[in-house]
């Protein structure tokens, strides 16, 4: 209460503001009935600096903004329900509310993902596994029972891995780097090569391992007797070529047989033997048996089992004939009864151009040259 300022005593049972004014020294009786007021109370207001105690922490029960020693709990309410809601302002465009440290949430379990429940609570993921769904055959989520999951493809997908498709549709394969075998085809073992791709040479093998040719194609057992086949099954004029080889002119093919034993047409190449080309060859077709002990067969309507139609043997040829032979030089060796010439020819006179060895015939003479444009002849008789 100011100093010096004059009391007045009121009677409760008075109207505010009536009674005298008197000066109390002494001792004074309470009485219900009086209460004491001074003559000019003091104003209204005061300045906030006026106060004392302004730093005391003695009203644990509000809240402290500058901090309270040993930490403080803000309780939004007291009954069931009851919520603590805090806004960056009362203004309709709001701000964030920023939480400047680490924010330990104390319900949530540790090391966890956090979502939102149907209440938009915050809740701890136990499983991650409902949150992220894989796709069939190509992406497996595996819940692993403490909020994380493994990711797993159906098969190892790595260089050392051994995966297993049923198909595979692509626009092109590749390997790391080129090599001899750069892509195979093995059998179920892993250990046997049945198809190799030389990606260095651009060759193909079939059985070849590595292949050194363009098209490499071979056969150690007898279980195939047939190493190629090309079958067409259209027909009329419209049907296709079975095999068409296409020769460029300043180029040559060899279909060659360089085995140890007779082979049918085509033939096979073994790769430690080689070809004998010169220009003089060029945009030919050539049969070759690089090996002059054996002999190049063709067989018409019969298999390798039987005698061959034609047989090519070094400087001699067999018509039904195994093995054609003569006692002197090379020939035409024929395994029948009959030599047939379809036409007829008659030389104009004895110096009639001609090759020696060439032979003709019409009604009256069997003709023969016997040295280049040199013709002598034999008279047919009937008998």
């Given at each position: 209460?100011?100093k010096?300022?004059p009391?007045?005593?009121?009677?409760?049972?008075?109207?505010?503001?009536?009674?005298g004014?008197?000066?109390?020294?002494g001792?004074h009786?309470?009485?219900?009935r009086?209460?004491?007021?001074?003559?000019?109370?003091?104003?209204?207001?005061?300045?906030h600096?006026?106060?004392?105690?302004l730093?005391?922490d003695d009203?644990?029960?509000?809240?402290?903004l500058i901090g309270?020693?040993?930490?403080q709990?803000?309780?939004?309410?007291t009954?069931?329900?009851?919520?603590?809601?805090?806004q960056?302002t009362s203004?309709?465009?709001?701000?964030?509310v920023?939480?400047?440290?680490?924010?330990?949430?104390?319900?949530?379990?540790?090391?966890r993902?956090?979502a939102t429940d149907a209440?938009?609570?915050?809740?701890?993921?136990?499983?991650?596994a409902a949150?992220?769904?894989?796709?069939?055959?190509r992406?497996?989520?595996?819940?692993?029972?403490?909020?994380?999951?493994?990711?797993?493809m159906p098969q190892?997908?790595h260089?050392g891995?051994t995966?297993t498709?049923v198909?595979?549709?692509t626009?092109?394969?590749?390997?790391?780097?080129d090599d001899?075998?750069?892509f195979?085809?093995?059998k179920a073992d892993w250990?046997?090569?049945?198809?190799?791709?030389?990606?260095?040479?651009?060759?193909?093998?079939?059985n070849?391992?590595?292949p050194?040719?363009r098209l490499d194609v071979?056969?150690s057992t007898d279980?195939?007797?047939?190493l190629?086949?090309?079958?067409?099954?259209?027909?009329g004029?419209s049907?296709?070529?079975q095999?068409?080889?296409?020769n460029?002119a300043?180029q040559q093919f060899?279909?060659?047989?360089?085995?140890?034993?007779?082979?049918?047409?085509?033939?096979?190449?073994?790769?430690?033997?080689?070809?004998l080309r010169?220009s003089?060859?060029?945009g030919n077709l050539?049969?070759?048996?690089g090996?002059?002990?054996?002999s190049i067969r063709?067989?018409?309507g019969?298999n390798?089992?039987?005698?061959?139609?034609?047989?090519l043997?070094s400087?001699?040829a067999?018509?039904?004939?195994?093995?054609p032979?003569f006692s002197?030089g090379?020939?035409?060796?024929?395994?029948?009864?009959?030599l047939?010439?379809r036409s007829s020819?008659t030389?104009a006179s004895?110096?009639?151009?001609?090759?020696?060895?060439?032979?003709?015939?019409?009604a009256?003479y069997?003709?023969?040259?016997?040295?280049t444009n040199?013709?002598?002849?034999?008279a047919?008789?009937?008998w």
């Amino acid at each position: 209460m100011p100093k010096n300022q004059p009391l007045r005593i009121i009677d409760s049972k008075q109207k505010k503001g009536s009674g005298g004014s008197v000066v109390i020294g002494g001792s004074h009786t309470h009485d219900s009935r009086y209460w004491l007021r001074t003559e000019n109370p003091p104003p209204a207001t005061h300045d906030h600096g006026e106060h004392t105690g302004l730093a005391d922490d003695d009203h644990a029960q509000y809240a402290l903004l500058i901090g309270r020693s040993g930490g403080q709990t803000l309780t939004g309410g007291t009954g069931a329900g009851d919520n603590l809601r805090l806004q960056s302002t009362s203004h309709a465009t709001k701000g964030d509310v920023i939480a400047g440290d680490p924010l330990l949430l104390e319900t949530l379990t540790a090391s966890r993902l956090l979502a939102t429940d149907a209440n938009k609570r915050t809740v701890s993921v136990n499983n991650l596994a409902a949150w992220i769904v894989g796709t069939a055959n190509r992406v497996i989520v595996a819940n692993n029972g403490d909020g994380t999951i493994t990711l797993n493809m159906p098969q190892d997908l790595h260089p050392g891995a051994t995966p297993t498709f049923v198909g595979v549709v692509t626009s092109y394969v590749a390997p790391t780097s080129d090599d001899t075998t750069a892509f195979q085809i093995r059998k179920a073992d892993w250990n046997t090569a049945v198809v190799s791709v030389d990606t260095i040479n651009g060759c193909f093998g079939i059985n070849a391992n590595p292949p050194i040719f363009r098209l490499d194609v071979r056969e150690s057992t007898d279980e195939f007797a047939t190493l190629a086949r090309f079958r067409n099954f259209s027909s009329g004029t419209s049907a296709a070529v079975q095999l068409q080889l296409r020769n460029d002119a300043s180029q040559q093919f060899d279909l060659g047989i360089l085995s140890t034993a007779h082979t049918q047409f085509p033939g096979y190449g073994l790769p430690g033997d080689a070809f004998l080309r010169s220009s003089a060859q060029a945009g030919n077709l050539n049969f070759i048996s690089g090996n002059s002990s054996k002999s190049i067969r063709f067989f018409g309507g019969r298999n390798a089992n039987q005698t061959p139609t034609l047989v090519l043997f070094s400087s001699n040829a067999g018509i039904n004939v195994d093995s054609p032979t003569f006692s002197s030089g090379s020939g035409l060796d024929i395994g029948g009864q009959n030599l047939r010439i379809r036409s007829s020819r008659t030389p104009a006179s004895s110096s009639e151009t001609g090759n020696v060895g060439e032979i003709c015939w019409d009604a009256n003479y069997i003709y023969v040259c016997t040295a280049t444009n040199t013709w002598r002849r034999v008279a047919i008789n009937a008998w």
